[in-house]
């Protein structure tokens, strides 16, 4: 079974396809988060990223990028874990082995697009405005307030919103 | 000494099937060998504390499990396969080992980790969403170890375990007894010279109820040489310790 | 698996297989545990044979229509019937000979003995409760004799059944032959009574009022009594700790 059709098992509840693929992809994920993190946080942020997997595999498009979608999850587990650890832990997250590639967020961004499109209703109404804008192109919150004629704290709880909508659509992370 | 047994004997009706035993094991992996009908299931019982003596005294982890407070303390440490263990053919394997974590009054929070890391241990873990009615027989005695060895506990006690095993999954089960005697005692009682042979650190022979020899398995080959009856140096010590006692019972 | 030497792959797989392999016990569960004061115990309630959902929409259709033909008919049955039902179902309620796990039950901190306590007294709770809706939904077919005697009268009778089976189930370690003891000598009771005519004297035959004296007889219930205590004794000495596999 190559990649995409394990992914599709694990979005069926098929525990072995998951197994199976953290067989095959969590040795080169940790070697690739070791380069920035210390043991301890590789094993919390590769077993964080699995279990997201898990939750959110119904989200994956096959495109021939299942590693890309898999570093973008260790990637994001890689910045919650950092984030709570303040403002330095963060910069590491702007250079070195944990940025951002664009080409992998946007194939990424693409997915998610449509799975927020059946989530958040159609083009045009708030929640659905609110994320295209501050996710789908990385505004700031203050650009998104002044382009939607809305004060920061109502884009903020849109935002919350949407973010709450897209996970119970997405089945529930914790 | 996690096992001291001091003269014990267990009767049923006229059959002595335990006779005047004792026993001193600390940690590591204690082979208890013999033929059938020699008494080991009976020894491994009042081992498990399911079984009471009917003469001489069992302490188990400095415990009397004749007073019931102490017992329980006993069997929340002890893992036990016995020899026909029996299963519930609608559970699954999680559910299975889950269910005895349950019942050895394991912290409900510790749980979940507990059984995956049992089950990953005997190398089931593609199959721990599967009903216990579809797996093999060998697979049904990996459930078995699994649900021993979830409480990691001190005490481990196998009643035959590798039966229904192929040799490379026996391969791996002395490796995993071999591992866990670091910390615990583990007692496997066999009648298969071989499954003890390289993993045990002692082993024990009994026959007709009673301890004839007790050694590392070095000294046990030690006893058979010169003899002809085996097919390996383990076998043959054992013939030739078997052949003795019964020499000496039939004097 | 092989990542970075200093990572433990087979650890953090473990730790996401219990994640996902974990079992979220349901309401009843929970509640269970924290009555009992053990997860093991409630499990071990809520996996009874006959408390599970199956079992359960059984009893309670033989209850109900139990309780249809008493309103349609006007003959009695939900006292008839009760006592046979709890039977059964006690029977299955797993002991030691019944449970394929036995021998390592016997091992476990929470005893079996109290596995099967708890699990006999669910099984005759729940019975008692069905049977007493059923009994206060046709209250009013019971003009002829004593009310209360054939709304709760049953209750003493469905004990004494239920300690038969249980006691036979367990000494006999076959649930069949428990179910088959109970519910059986019940019939037998039953129809005997009825043939004896009871208070109106041999002869009167089958009729309801014969029939129902069984349970409104007060000079059966010191032997109804008397049944359950043996009953219980006989378990309490086949569960007793310790005793081996004999």
């Given at each position: 079974?190559?990649?995409?059709?394990?992914?599709?098992?694990?979005?069926?509840?098929?525990?072995?396809?998951?197994?199976?693929?953290?067989?095959?992809?969590?040795?080169?994920?940790?070697?690739?988060?070791?380069?920035?993190?210390?043991?301890?946080?590789?094993?919390?942020?590769?077993?964080?990223?699995?279990?997201?997997?898990?939750?959110?595999?119904?989200?994956?498009?096959?495109?021939?990028?299942?590693?890309?979608?898999?570093?973008?999850?260790?990637?994001?587990?890689?910045?919650?874990?950092?984030?709570?650890?303040?403002?330095?832990?963060?910069?590491?997250?702007?250079?070195?082995?944990?940025?951002?590639?664009?080409?992998?967020?946007?194939?990424?961004?693409?997915?998610?697009?449509?799975?927020?499109?059946?989530?958040?209703?159609?083009?045009?109404?708030?929640?659905?405005?609110?994320?295209?804008?501050?996710?789908?192109?990385?505004?700031?919150?203050?650009?998104?307030?002044?382009?939607?004629?809305?004060?920061?704290?109502?884009?903020?709880?849109?935002?919350?919103?949407?973010?709450?909508?897209?996970?119970?659509?997405?089945?529930?992370?914790? | 000494?996690?096992?001291?047994?001091?003269?014990?004997?267990?009767?049923?009706?006229?059959?002595?099937?335990?006779?005047?035993?004792?026993?001193?094991?600390?940690?590591?992996?204690?082979?208890?060998?013999?033929?059938?009908?020699?008494?080991?299931?009976?020894?491994?019982?009042?081992?498990?504390?399911?079984?009471?003596?009917?003469?001489?005294?069992?302490?188990?982890?400095?415990?009397?499990?004749?007073?019931?407070?102490?017992?329980?303390?006993?069997?929340?440490?002890?893992?036990?396969?016995?020899?026909?263990?029996?299963?519930?053919?609608?559970?699954?394997?999680?559910e299975?080992?889950e269910y005895f974590a349950l019942l050895?009054e394991m912290?409900a929070?510790?749980v979940?980790?507990?059984?995956?890391?049992?089950?990953?241990?005997?190398?089931?873990?593609?199959?721990?969403?599967?009903?216990?009615?579809?797996?093999?027989?060998?697979?049904?005695?990996?459930?078995?170890?699994?649900?021993?060895?979830?409480?990691?506990?001190?005490?481990?006690?196998?009643?035959?375990?590798?039966?229904?095993?192929?040799?490379?999954?026996?391969?791996?089960?002395?490796?995993?007894?071999?591992?866990?005697?670091?910390?615990?005692?583990?007692?496997?009682?066999?009648?298969?010279?071989?499954?003890?042979?390289?993993?045990?650190?002692?082993?024990?022979?009994?026959?007709?109820?009673?301890?004839?020899?007790?050694?590392?398995?070095?000294?046990?080959?030690?006893?058979?040489?010169?003899?002809?009856?085996?097919?390996?140096?383990?076998?043959?010590?054992?013939?030739?310790?078997?052949?003795?006692?019964?020499?000496?019972?039939?004097? | 698996?092989?990542?970075?030497?200093?990572?433990?792959?087979?650890?953090?797989?473990?730790?996401?297989?219990?994640?996902?392999?974990?079992r979220q016990p349901g309401r009843a569960e929970r509640t269970a545990a924290r009555l009992l004061r053990s997860p093991g115990l409630a499990r071990a309630l809520v996996t009874t044979?006959?408390l599970?959902?199956?079992?359960?929409?059984?009893?309670?259709?033989?209850?109900?229509?139990?309780?249809?033909?008493?309103?349609?008919?006007?003959?009695?049955?939900?006292?008839?019937?009760?006592?046979?039902?709890?039977?059964?179902?006690?029977?299955?309620?797993?002991?030691?000979?019944?449970?394929?796990?036995?021998?390592?039950?016997?091992?476990m901190?929470v005893?079996?003995?109290l596995v099967?306590l708890t699990r006999?007294a669910a099984?005759?709770?729940?019975?008692?409760?069905?049977?007493?809706?059923?009994?206060?939904?046709?209250?009013?077919?019971?003009?002829?004799?004593?009310?209360?005697?054939?709304?709760?009268?049953?209750?003493?009778?469905?004990?004494?059944?239920?300690?038969?089976?249980?006691?036979?189930?367990?000494?006999?370690?076959?649930?069949?032959?428990?179910?088959?003891?109970?519910?059986?000598?019940?019939?037998?009771?039953?129809?005997?009574?009825?043939?004896?005519?009871?208070?109106?004297?041999?002869?009167?035959?089958?009729?309801?009022?014969?029939?129902?004296?069984?349970?409104?007889?007060?000079?059966?219930?010191?032997?109804?009594?008397?049944?359950?205590?043996?009953?219980?004794?006989?378990?309490?000495?086949?569960?007793?700790?310790?005793?081996?596999?004999?």
């Amino acid at each position: 079974m190559d990649d995409d059709e394990l992914i599709a098992s694990l979005a069926g509840g098929d525990d072995t396809a998951l197994r199976e693929l953290f067989a095959r992809h969590a040795p080169w994920l940790a070697a690739r988060l070791r380069k920035a993190l210390p043991p301890d946080d590789v094993e919390d942020v590769l077993q964080e990223t699995f279990l997201a997997v898990w939750r959110n595999a119904k989200t994956y498009r096959p495109r021939g990028t299942p590693a890309a979608w898999l570093w973008v999850i260790a990637r994001n587990q890689a910045a919650l874990l950092l984030r709570k650890r303040g403002p330095a832990a963060i910069a590491l997250l702007d250079e070195g082995p944990l940025a951002a590639d664009p080409a992998e967020s946007a194939a990424v961004r693409a997915d998610l697009a449509t799975a927020a499109a059946a989530a958040l209703g159609p083009p045009g109404c708030p929640d659905r405005e609110v994320w295209r804008l501050m996710y789908e192109e990385d505004r700031p919150v203050a650009e998104v307030a002044e382009l939607m004629g809305v004060p920061e704290g109502t884009v903020k709880s849109r935002a919350h919103r949407a973010r709450r909508l897209l996970r119970a659509a997405l089945g529930g992370a914790r | 000494m996690n096992i001291e047994l001091t003269d014990v004997t267990r009767t049923f009706g006229r059959n002595k099937a335990v006779d005047g035993v004792s026993l001193a094991v600390g940690p590591g992996v204690f082979g208890l060998l013999g033929p059938n009908g020699a008494g080991k299931t009976s020894l491994l019982r009042m081992l498990a504390t399911v079984l009471p003596p009917s003469s001489g005294t069992v302490r188990l982890l400095g415990r009397d499990p004749a007073r019931p407070a102490a017992r329980t303390e006993i069997r929340r440490r002890l893992g036990y396969l016995p020899q026909n263990l029996g299963y519930y053919p609608a559970f699954t394997v999680a559910e299975f080992v889950e269910y005895f974590a349950l019942l050895k009054e394991m912290p409900a929070g510790q749980v979940p980790r507990a059984v995956a890391a049992a089950i990953e241990r005997v190398d089931l873990g593609p199959k721990a969403k599967s009903r216990l009615r579809t797996l093999s027989g060998g697979m049904l005695r990996r459930v078995g170890i699994a649900q021993a060895i979830v409480n990691e506990p001190e005490l481990l006690l196998f009643d035959e375990p590798t039966a229904g095993l192929d040799p490379e999954q026996r391969v791996g089960f002395r490796a995993l007894i071999r591992d866990l005697g670091r910390q615990a005692t583990v007692v496997v009682s066999t009648h298969l010279v071989e499954d003890v042979g390289a993993a045990c650190s002692e082993v024990g022979l009994m026959a007709e109820g009673k301890v004839v020899f007790r050694g590392a398995p070095d000294e046990l080959i030690a006893q058979g040489a010169g003899s002809e009856l085996g097919d390996s140096a383990l076998e043959r010590g054992y013939s030739a310790v078997l052949a003795a006692s019964r020499k000496r019972v039939a004097a | 698996m092989n990542g970075p030497d200093d990572i433990d792959l087979n650890r953090v797989w473990v730790n996401v297989a219990a994640e996902i392999w974990r079992r979220q016990p349901g309401r009843a569960e929970r509640t269970a545990a924290r009555l009992l004061r053990s997860p093991g115990l409630a499990r071990a309630l809520v996996t009874t044979p006959s408390l599970l959902l199956p079992w359960l929409i059984a009893t309670t259709i033989v209850f109900a229509v139990g309780a249809l033909t008493q309103l349609g008919a006007g003959q009695p049955l939900v006292w008839l019937i009760a006592p046979a039902v709890a039977a059964v179902g006690i029977a299955y309620a797993y002991g030691p000979g019944l449970d394929p796990a036995w021998e390592l039950s016997c091992s476990m901190p929470v005893s079996d003995r109290l596995v099967l306590l708890t699990r006999a007294a669910a099984v005759l709770g729940v019975n008692a409760g069905l049977g007493l809706i059923a009994s206060a939904a046709t209250l009013g077919t019971h003009v002829s004799t004593g009310t209360v005697q054939l709304t709760i009268g049953w209750l003493l009778p469905m004990t004494a059944a239920c300690a038969l089976a249980l006691a036979v189930a367990v000494a006999v370690r076959s649930a069949i032959a428990g179910a088959g003891a109970g519910a059986g000598a019940w019939i037998i009771l039953v129809l005997a009574h009825g043939a004896a005519g009871g208070p109106a004297g041999a002869g009167s035959g089958l009729s309801a009022a014969a029939l129902s004296s069984v349970v409104a007889d007060a000079n059966l219930y010191l032997p109804y009594l008397a049944v359950a205590a043996c009953g219980a004794a006989i378990v309490a000495f086949a569960t007793r700790p310790q005793r081996g596999l004999l």
